[in-house]
């Protein structure tokens, strides 16, 4: 018999492709599917930015590229940073990346190893935790809780750290919550930070374009005494609806660069070239359907808020960025993912359980509203029928 690494066994995944899967597969049955599941715009890619990468192929850059990225696009990285952020980033602390997810492979392979502890954010994405229990590292929750708005507590987060701390991840605007740190947190998160100049930070900002009601995100860039331990990952998945691309990057400080430079040599050897003009057209073109796909999710956004907090046993914080809602269903006396299942199966309605995204998730559900409006209304109504109705086993 074939024998693999302990390893292995402890690799999770993300629960909301095989819930894609699932959808998919009852839709090609013939049933009439909404899907509040997957994180992904509804959104055509903008079609100067596909003309780019067309362009590219027909210019003839369709070889290898360096392993951290052309330079022109990493260039325009930096300068996209500063615009946006007042931040200054050298191009050469900047790695195009084949999506997001890369970057936190490299970030908790360089840190992750048995006798340490790294902490996420839960409810949070789940590859996070994936990865740590795969290092051997042991994964330390942060809680995100519904009474902060699902922002994230400093306080509550320094008191988790410990001599056995490595690196300390999160993740504003969130992915499952919506949730927006506020800067008064992020102060106090960096001055505690201070105390622990061991500890690395990687800060998942991919839904940095993505907030409402005045918000503005803190780009953890801008705190000068965390600058030499601190990895940022982001993209252009969400922002421009470029999910299939698989085109994101990260800012590595010192000498983990060049750790995350080999590590992609020796991984992917370089991102897809045409894909990397496509981003360079997109960072330095016309932001204006960028600007309209983010103010169709701001009215999706109160939409879906209104509908959910007019359901039976249902209520929903407004969340402050992302495509996401969390709803409490805790009153509906269901379990979160036995109603995700059920609703699925029963009514055509795809959403995706807490507990999917942590221990903390269990009585809530995950809704992308990356959906027309048209969509959401009539999938807030199956669940309304389905709720006023249907108790829980």
Known sequence: MLKT?????????????????????????????????????????????????????????????????????????????????????????????????????????????????????????????????????????????????????????????????????INSPANPTGGVTPKSEVDKLVAGLEKWPNVAIMSDEIYDHMVYDGEKHVCLLSYPSIRDRLILLNGWSKTYAMTGWRLGYAIFPGKLYDYARKLAVNLHSCVNASAQFAGLAALTGPQDEV??????????????????????????VVPKGAFYAFPN?????????????????????????????????????????ANSTENILKALGRMNEFLSTRKAA
Not at 146 to 169: C, D, Q, V
Not at 346 to 362: A, C, Q, W
């Open 291 to 316: 600007a309209s796909m983010i103010a169709e999710f701001d009215k999706r956004r109160n939409v879906v808020v209104d509908g959910l907090n007019k359901l039976p046993g249902v209520s929903c």
């Open 329 to 369: 269903i805790k009153r509906t006396g269901w379990k979160a993912k036995d109603l995700a299942t059920t609703l699925l199966n029963e009514t055509g309605v795809v959403t995706i359980g807490g507990p999917d995204f942590g221990i903390l998730g269990e009585g809530y559900i995950r809704l992308s509203y």
């Open 5 to 169: 690494v302990a390893a292995f066994d402890r690799i999770g995944e993300e629960n909301a492709f095989a819930v894609l899967a699932r959808a998919n597969a009852l839709a090609a049955q013939g049933r009439d599917i909404i899907s509040l599941g997957i994180g992904q715009p509804d959104f055509r890619t903008p079609e100067f930015i596909v003309e780019a990468a067309i362009k590219a192929l027909r210019d003839g850059h369709h070889g290898y590229t360096a392993a951290n990225g052309i330079p022109p696009l990493r260039e325009a990285v930096a300068a996209d940073l500063h615009k946006r952020h007042k931040v200054e980033v050298s191009p050469d602390n900047v790695m195009i990346m084949p999506g997001g997810k890369p970057t936190m492979f490299m970030s908790i392979l360089m840190f992750g190893e048995p006798g340490v502890e790294i902490m996420y954010p839960d409810p949070g994405f789940p590859i996070y935790r994936s990865m740590i229990e795969f290092t051997g590292a042991e994964p330390i929750p942060v809680p995100i809780r519904e009474e902060n708005g699902f922002a994230f507590s400093a306080e509550e987060t320094l008191k988790l750290i410990t001599p056995k701390t490595r690196l300390i991840i």
